[in-house]
C-alpha cells in the first residue's frame, strides 16, 4: 500500500534538495517530522515510508506514543517546552535529542537528575536569535558563555549544539537574519564539539537550509 504521506515527503525532499546542493554538496541535513499533532497510526505511515527520527513537544503523549509504538526501531526527539517537574520522565524515555535546553539553570536541573539517575543525555542548547519576548532559549550575546558553562558544570549532559525558531515574522529578511545569528554561533560553537544546528520547520525550512541548518524540524506541512 502507498503511504498517503509518500507524495508529500518526496516534495518537501526535493525542495530540501535543491537548496543543499546549491549551499554545500556534503552538508548532510536529517529531518526531524515533528508528530506532536498526530497519532501513533500516522507515525507508523510515516516509519513505512522511511522515516525513523520523530519530534515531540509535551512528555506525557511522547510517552504514550512511544509505548504504542515500542516494537520499531524509531528516534525521538523532545523540541518542548520542559517543565522540572517533568524531568525525571523525560530521562526515562531516553529521547535520542533534547533540543530545548533554554537556560543554564535548567541544564543543571536536568543534570542533577542525571547524576541520580547514573545516566547522561544529548542535548542542544536553544538559542533565543530573535529576541522574541514569548520565545524560550539564551540571548545571542550569552550563547557561547553559557554553552562553555554547561559544558564545564553539567557532566552528564551530552551538548551536541544549537537549536532555535525563525523569527515569527512574515518578513523572511528577518527570518533570514535570526538563522544566520544563529548559524554564526554554532560556527564558533563547532570548536566546542557542537554537530547539530536544529533548525526551520514548514514554513521556513528552505530558507534554514540555505542558512546552515543541518537538522529540521518538520511538522504541519508533512503530516498534512
Ligand atoms: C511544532 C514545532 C515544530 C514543527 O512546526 P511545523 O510548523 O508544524 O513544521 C518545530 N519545532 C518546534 C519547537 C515545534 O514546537
Known amino acids: 500500500m502507498v503511504s498517503l504521506y509518500e507524495e508529500r515527503f518526496d516534495e518537501i525532499l526535493i525542495n530540501i534538495e535543491k537548496v543543499r546542493l546549491e549551499v554545500n554538496q556534503h552538508q548532510i541535513?536529517?529531518?526531524?517530522?515533528?508528530?506532536?499533532?498526530?497519532?501513533s497510526d500516522a507515525i507508523q505511515n510515516m516509519y513505512n515510508i522511511g522515516q525513523r527520527a520523530f519530534g515531540e513537544n509535551r512528555v506525557q503523549d511522547y510517552k504514550i506514543k512511544t509505548e504504542l509504538l515500542n516494537e520499531l526501531p524509531l528516534e525521538w526527539h523532545f523540541i518542548g517546552r520542559l517543565q522540572t517537574n517533568k524531568i525525571n520522565a523525560l530521562i526515562d524515555l531516553n529521547p535520542t535529542l533534547m533540543h530545548s535546553c533554554s537556560s543554564l539553570e535548567m541544564a543543571q536541573e536536568i543534570n542533577k537528575r542525571l547524576h541520580v539517575k547514573g545516566k547522561t543525555m544529548n542535548v542542544l542548547l536553544q538559542i533565543n536569535s530573535a529576541y522574541e519576548e514569548q520565545k524560550a532559549g539564551v540571548l545571542p550575546e550569552d550563547a557561547f558563555n553559557v554553552y562553555e558553562k554547561i559544558i564545564s558544570t553539567c557532566k552528564n549532559i551530552k551538548l551536541k549544539g544549537v537549536m532555535s525558531i525563525g523569527a515569527h515574522s512574515d518578513d523572511e529578511s528577518l527570518v533570514k537574519k535570526s538563522f544566520q545569528i544563529t548559524h554564526?554561533?554554532?560556527?564558533?560553537?563547532?570548536?566546542?564539539?557542537?554537530?547539530?544546528?536544529?533548525?526551520?520547520?514548514?514554513?521556513?525550512?528552505?530558507?534554514?537550509v540555505e542558512c546552515g541548518s543541518n537538522m529540521l524540524r518538520i511538522g504541519s506541512t508533512l503530516f498534512k
Not at 554564526?184 to 534554514?208: H, P, Q, R, T, V
Open 29 to 39: 541535513i536529517k529531518i526531524i517530522a515533528v508528530s506532536k499533532n498526530v497519532d
Open 184 to 208: 554564526a554561533i554554532f560556527k564558533k560553537l563547532e570548536s566546542k564539539g557542537a554537530k547539530y544546528c536544529s533548525m526551520g520547520m514548514s514554513s521556513d525550512y528552505c530558507l534554514a
